[in-house]
């Protein structure tokens, strides 16, 4: 009978306890190491810049992380997985126009830096050019001087078209002194997939005199997919470079491209911002600089819709490409781009925290 008693009495006290002791215990655990917190916006974006390593071990290592902190996460962590792995798919070929005389110093900077980032690199130079350099290709009768420039870019056209049409999706042109971010090309490539139309995208120019030619700048890099590859090379049998009045291969290869139906796509980001950088940041950044400057023909050939402004509102924070750089301020773009950042803009920031 007592015992009885002390049950009635006390059944219930003991349950509820039990109760509240679970429940605390199951704070303290979700607490500690529960779901993982959803990242902040600049944890997000570095995450994805981060899928987009320089080597292959670098990305799978990364991917692989990102992966497990997006299995923890919520539904939106997961579309932008979906969003960076369509980035990656992304197969993009870049060959470089270069020479004899600047190959080894600038060919050998560009892939110590952006280089390993494209699918395919190739530097395209004359026929005699032996330098022995990874990815160069000494193409056939092709002499070397700004007067062979038309040729050269013909028959590396020609080189891309038969021998990676198929295995590459983009195909990128710049100069040996452009500094490429190719993980924002690659961007900019997948959200125009899978639209079966050829595109043509780069820094807008056009002639203020004659004509108007419109075209896009070779030194600020121009893409291709390969619809508009195949139009080229269409193009290019019949002939459609020789012409005297232009020694400028980049406005010959946006003239084929226009007759054989290929226009100029907008490559601006949304508020209007330029992509590709026909000079270096420093001078697009400094107001008034380019005015000051022999590059001031910029400012007046820009096309319409892409009027060149200087200072901040000049280029486009996924910008894709700036001009006239040197070997030693590739290392720089590349390091300030890639490595240099802010504490706390990284997730991997997280082990730096002293602890408490």
Not at 46 to 52: A, E, V
Not at 80 to 104: E, F, H, N, Q, Y
Not at 161 to 180: A, I, L, V
Request: proline share 6%.
């Amino acid at each position: 009978m007592p015992s009885t008693t002390w049950g009635g009495r006390w059944l219930f006290p003991a349950v509820l306890l039990c109760v509240l002791v679970g429940f605390l215990t199951y704070t303290a655990i979700v607490s500690t190491c529960g779901p993982h917190p959803v990242p902040s916006e600049s944890f997000r974006l570095d995450s994805l810049r981060r899928g987009l390593a320089a080597t292959e071990e670098e990305g799978q290592r990364s991917r692989a992380a990102y992966a497990a902190v997006l299995n923890k996460s919520d539904p939106s962590m997961r579309r932008m997985a979906a969003a960076l792995d369509r980035v990656m798919s992304m197969r993009v070929l870049c060959w470089v126009m270069t020479g004899p005389t600047t190959i080894k110093e600038k060919g050998t900077a560009i892939l110590e830096t952006w280089g390993p980032k494209c699918d395919k690199l190739l530097f395209m130079t004359s026929e005699k050019d032996k330098t022995p350099l990874a990815g160069r290709v000494s193409l056939p009768g092709v002499g070397e001087g700004r007067d062979a420039l038309v040729a050269k870019s013909e028959e590396a056209w020609k080189h891309v078209w038969t021998n990676y049409r198929d295995e590459y999706q983009w195909f990128y042109k710049c100069d040996d002194d452009t500094y490429t971010v190719v993980e924002n090309l690659k961007w900019l490539a997948a959200t125009l997939e899978p639209q079966h139309k050829p595109f043509f995208l780069g820094k807008h120019l056009r002639e203020p005199f004659g004509d108007h030619l419109h075209w896009l700048s070779g030194g600020a890099g121009y893409v291709l997919n390969r619809l508009a590859l195949d139009r080229l090379q269409g193009a290019l049998e019949k002939k459609c470079m020789n012409d005297p009045n232009r020694p400028y291969e980049d406005q010959l290869v946006s003239r084929c491209l226009a007759n054989a139906g290929v226009g100029i796509d907008n490559s601006l980001d949304g508020i209007g911002r330029s992509r590709f950088l026909p000079l270096s940041p420093e001078l697009h950044l400094t107001p008034g600089a380019v005015a000051k400057t022999v590059y001031k023909w910029v400012l007046s050939q820009s096309d319409g819709k892409e009027s060149e402004t200087d200072g901040a509102g000049c280029c486009s924070e996924l910008a894709i490409a700036f001009h006239y750089i040197s070997p030693q301020s590739q290392h720089a773009l590349h390091y300030l781009i890639n490595t240099l950042h802010p504490f706390g803009s990284r997730i991997s920031d997280l082990k730096l925290l002293p602890s408490s």
